[in-house]
T-cell receptor, first 106, second 117 residues
């Protein structure tokens, strides 16, 4: 059974800082991994989808990497902004981690 | 392109009452999912449909929860009778294909928030 863990559970950084969110999973037999953002009281917004054959995906200030052999993915956010404040979730084989709650302080 | 539609957005009921949630996926998406998200936790998959067939309902509490997708398009999730621990956000998602395909990207609706008193 796939288990997904996200560390840290919460993170607070000053505006402009680069940061990394972590996602680990127990079963490396995956088809893809998807990163989402969730604002309070809202649904999940897809950020990046990485296929199992890919090593990374980029969208604007976001870069997600995937290392299947070690069961890890990272989401890198460059030059963070207050509008990036949200909970970030990763999903692996339809299983979600508990998320990392990010606060970016002006 | 219209996103995943869900209703109602909010529902408050007494325990032992029943409730139903509706979801209309993105047009052309064959796969539909229902998730339960309890406050402070990640979403938990309840049921996955491929067209109008059930692919996975292993985490659905079948003694009180039921779901259907009769015509392979929209879907209804029902809880009867509700318990206090069912208080959560019920999220519907859809994808063009199942996750083995390159189009396995999930798209979510805004969710239906249930409070059981």
């Amino acid at each position: 059974k796939q288990e997904v863990t996200q560390i840290p559970a919460a993170l607070s950084v000053p505006e402009g800082e680069n940061l990394v969110l972590n996602c680990s999973f127990t079963d490396s037999a995956i088809y893809n991994l998807q990163w989402f953002r969730q604002d309070p009281g809202k649904g999940l917004t897809s950020l990046l989808l990485i296929q199992s054959s890919q090593r990374e995906q980029t969208s604007g200030r976001l870069n997600a990497s995937l290392d299947k052999s070690s069961g890890r993915s990272t989401l890198y956010i460059a030059a963070s902004q207050p509008g990036d404040s949200a909970t970030y979730l990763c999903a692996v084989m339809l299983r979600f981690g508990a998320g990392t709650r990010l606060t970016v302080k002006p | 392109e219209a996103g995943v539609a869900q209703s109602p957005r909010y529902k408050i009921i007494e325990k032992r009452q029943s409730v139903a949630f509706w979801c209309n996926p993105i047009s052309g998406h064959a796969t539909l999912y229902w998730y339960q998200q309890i406050l402070g936790q990640g979403p938990k998959l309840l049921i996955q449909f491929q067209n109008n067939g059930v692919v996975d309902d292993s985490q659905l509490p079948k003694d009180r929860f039921s779901a259907e997708r009769l015509k392979g398009v929209d879907s209804t999730l029902k809880i009867q009778p509700a318990k206090l621990e069912d208080s959560a956000v019920y999220l519907c998602a859809s994808s063009f294909a199942d996750l083995r395909g390159s189009a396995g990207e999930l798209f979510f609706g805004e969710g239906s928030r249930l409070t059981v008193l």
